[in-house]
């Protein structure tokens, strides 16, 4: 079947939408996960990693739509607009970036048993990091699929604050180990379940920079401690 304009940006269209899907399963795996750590429920934290099945499905059938429209593209010669381009190669990056969210929703589901063994008493910190890392995810697919650019600076500058949840996270766990009121098991625990916070948050800035990209065709750096917006080399 020919490769028309229209046809090419119907595809990418279904596959914009299929990513947008792939969202929200990775947001509803993170919220059961740390939904789970926090009733310290083990069978509700099995529940959250079985999710990462159809997340594991999705992710693998979206590479392969992907793969096979450029293919087609390539072989009948079509006609592709750079921002056509750069939206198909953007919704490759992003699906290996919600993957990798899901690794870390299916890490916190497996440190439930071990927080119900313990019987940890979460501080009200991790709750408030909790809860702006699904923030951060939603509003990170968000820019990507309005191509807000404004949303997408806004998830950018939250991951500093992330950052800081967490060092205020450790600063307390050791402080309560000190004072004897938290093992040093649950320490590490509670670090663990704060660190892939930071990672999770980590992927959402990824996922930010290429919604910026699809937006405004600049390329975002971190550099000097600020953002800094590139634009992107005409093609030729």
Not at 95 to 106: C, F, P, Q, T
Request: glycine content about 6%.
């Amino acid at each position: 079947m020919p490769v028309t304009p229209e046809g090419f940006a119907a595809r990418i269209a279904d596959l914009k939408a299929e990513l947008a899907a792939q969202g929200r399963l990775v947001q509803g795996l993170l919220e059961a996960a740390f939904d789970a750590a926090f009733s310290r429920d083990a069978t509700a934290g099995k529940r959250a990693i079985e999710l990462d099945d159809e997340i594991d499905r999705v992710d693998v059938e979206i590479e392969r739509r992907a793969v096979s429209l450029l293919t087609d593209a390539t072989v009948q010669g079509a006609a592709i607009a750079p921002d056509q381009l750069r939206l198909v190669l953007t919704i490759v990056k992003v699906n290996n970036e919600l993957e990798r969210i899901a690794d870390s929703g299916v890490r916190i589901g497996e440190l439930v048993p071990e927080l119900a063994r313990l019987n940890v008493v979460m501080p009200d910190t991790i709750r408030v990091m909790t809860n702006s890392v699904v923030g951060i995810l939603r509003d990170s697919c968000t820019s990507l699929d309005r191509a807000d650019g404004h949303l997408a600076k806004v998830v950018l500058a939250s991951e500093d604050a992330v950052e800081m949840f967490k060092r205020a996270i450790l600063r307390d766990c050791q402080a309560q180990v000190s004072s004897g009121k938290l093992s040093v098991d649950a320490a590490f625990t509670v670090q663990e379940l704060a660190t892939q916070c930071e990672i999770i948050a980590g992927h959402c800035s990824n996922v930010a920079e290429q919604a910026l990209y699809v937006a405004t065709g600049k390329i975002v750096r971190h550099m000097h401690g600020r953002w800094e917006e590139v634009p992107v080399p005409e093609v030729r």
